[in-house]
């Protein structure tokens, strides 16, 4: 990867991910763009504003910066996905055509991210395989799928050098994921640890989610873009996993530090629906053998730096 384009960089894996890529390729190397301004990302390097559902925009800027490495991060996420399914599959679908198409007239490299929500209630539940029945039941979860297959089409049809890695729920600090996630709550949770608030979970105690600190959903990407294409058996897409926890662990990890913290359950019956239909961990084998992959955070580990990092905001 030499020159790198973002699309959708204003969003919560693009806003560390950028500047992630700049320090290893360069500022000027990496150009973000989103469909709304974002003045930190253009304070550190090249930024344009794009519309990712503009198929001649994205050419005309994949030609005009010599882009040879695209990185798609437009989505729509589980829970708004079914509030507004029509228009998920628009925008998710719609953007992932155009980094393809234009990938291929360029001769890029693209990765899009997949999911947990790729797997559905009939998938395995516990370590869910590589390969394995993904029938899901969410507006988000037939985007993902449907994005894996097209991701394997045009590598097998066209040569286009497409990977993927399916992301847990990712745990940040720098940008919110917006409310629009199953997950989101593994976030929000420390913000109210922080701010002395009481939490109120809208997923219900006892489920669990495979989940990811931010750095090592980075380094995944990274190492996966960067991984000897001739060891890849698999490619759109990889398991890869680091911790599954339910609402009340997250809740004592926190508490261990901060024991005055408080938490509540007031269940959303569309997240609990979704949560319940995705599985309770994966297993990330083949990206092990494949590519090396390898996670440097746990829960314990990932609570510690998230209050630190928080606590620095000086939240009201
Ligand atoms: C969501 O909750 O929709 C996302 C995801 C797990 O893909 N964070």
Same mark, same amino acid.
């Given at each position: 990867?030499?020159?790198?384009?973002?699309?959708?960089?204003?969003?919560q894996?693009?806003?560390?991910?950028?500047?992630?890529?700049r320090k290893?390729y360069?500022?000027?190397?990496?150009?973000?763009?989103?469909?709304?301004e974002?003045?930190?990302l253009?304070?550190?390097?090249?930024?344009?504003?794009?519309?990712?559902l503009?198929?001649?925009?994205?050419?005309?800027?994949?030609?005009?910066?010599?882009?040879?490495?695209?990185?798609n991060?437009?989505?729509?996420?589980?829970?708004?996905?079914?509030?507004?399914?029509?228009?998920?599959?628009?925008?998710n679908i719609?953007?992932?055509?155009?980094?393809l198409?234009?990938?291929?007239?360029?001769?890029?490299?693209?990765?899009t991210?997949?999911?947990i929500g790729?797997?559905?209630?009939?998938?395995?539940?516990?370590k869910?395989?590589?390969?394995?029945?993904?029938?899901?039941?969410?507006?988000?979860?037939?985007?993902?799928?449907?994005? +894996?297959?097209?991701?394997?089409?045009?590598?097998?049809?066209?040569?286009?050098?497409?990977?993927?890695?399916?992301?847990?729920?990712?745990?940040s600090?720098?940008?919110?994921?917006g409310?629009?996630?199953?997950?989101?709550?593994?976030?929000?949770?420390?913000?109210s640890?922080?701010?002395?608030?009481?939490?109120?979970?809208?997923?219900?105690?006892?489920?669990?989610?495979?989940?990811?600190?931010?750095p090592?959903a980075?380094?995944?990407?990274i190492?996966?873009?960067?991984?000897?294409?001739?060891?890849?058996?698999?490619?759109?897409?990889?398991?890869?996993?680091?911790?599954?926890?339910?609402?009340?662990?997250?809740?004592?990890?926190?508490?261990?530090?901060?024991?005055?913290?408080?938490?509540?359950?007031?269940?959303?019956?569309v997240?609990?629906?979704?949560a319940?239909?995705?599985p309770?961990?994966?297993?990330?084998?083949?990206?092990?053998?494949?590519?090396?992959?390898?996670p +440097?955070?746990?829960l314990?580990?990932?609570?510690?730096?998230?209050?630190?990092?928080?606590?620095?905001?000086?939240?009201k």
């Amino acid at each position: 990867m030499k020159r790198i384009l973002i699309v959708g960089a204003g969003g919560q894996i693009g806003s560390e991910l950028t500047t992630y890529l700049r320090k290893i390729y360069g500022n000027d190397n990496v150009v973000a763009t989103d469909v709304r301004e974002c003045k930190q990302l253009a304070e550190s390097g090249p930024f344009e504003v794009m519309n990712a559902l503009d198929a001649n925009a994205m050419a005309e800027m994949v030609s005009r910066q010599k882009i040879d490495s695209i990185f798609n991060l437009v989505a729509l996420l589980s829970a708004v996905g079914e509030a507004k399914p029509q228009t998920a599959w628009q925008v998710n679908i719609g953007a992932l055509m155009n980094s393809l198409e234009v990938a291929r007239q360029y001769n890029c490299a693209l990765f899009t991210p997949s999911s947990i929500g790729a797997f559905g209630p009939s998938s395995p539940k516990d370590k869910t395989p590589q390969d394995t029945v993904m029938r899901p039941t969410t507006m988000y979860g037939v985007c993902k799928v449907t994005g +894996e297959m097209l991701g394997d089409y045009y590598h097998s049809r066209f040569g286009v050098d497409t990977r993927s890695v399916r992301f847990p729920g990712l745990i940040s600090n720098v940008t919110l994921p917006g409310g629009g996630g199953t997950t989101d709550y593994a976030v929000d949770i420390y913000y109210s640890a922080v701010k002395g608030e009481k939490f109120i979970c809208p997923i219900p105690e006892g489920t669990l989610m495979d989940m990811m600190y931010m750095p090592d959903a980075l380094n995944a990407a990274i190492s996966l873009m960067e991984a000897d294409p001739t060891k890849l058996v698999h490619r759109n897409s990889f398991n890869i996993a680091s911790m599954s926890f339910t609402p009340e662990i997250i809740y004592a990890e926190i508490k261990k530090r901060l024991p005055d913290f408080t938490m509540d359950y007031d269940v959303d019956p569309v997240k609990k629906a979704i949560a319940e239909s995705w599985p309770n961990s994966l297993d990330d084998t083949c990206a092990r053998e494949e590519w090396g992959w390898k996670p +440097e955070w746990d829960l314990s580990s990932m609570t510690d730096d998230m209050l630190e990092v928080i606590r620095k905001k000086n939240l009201k």
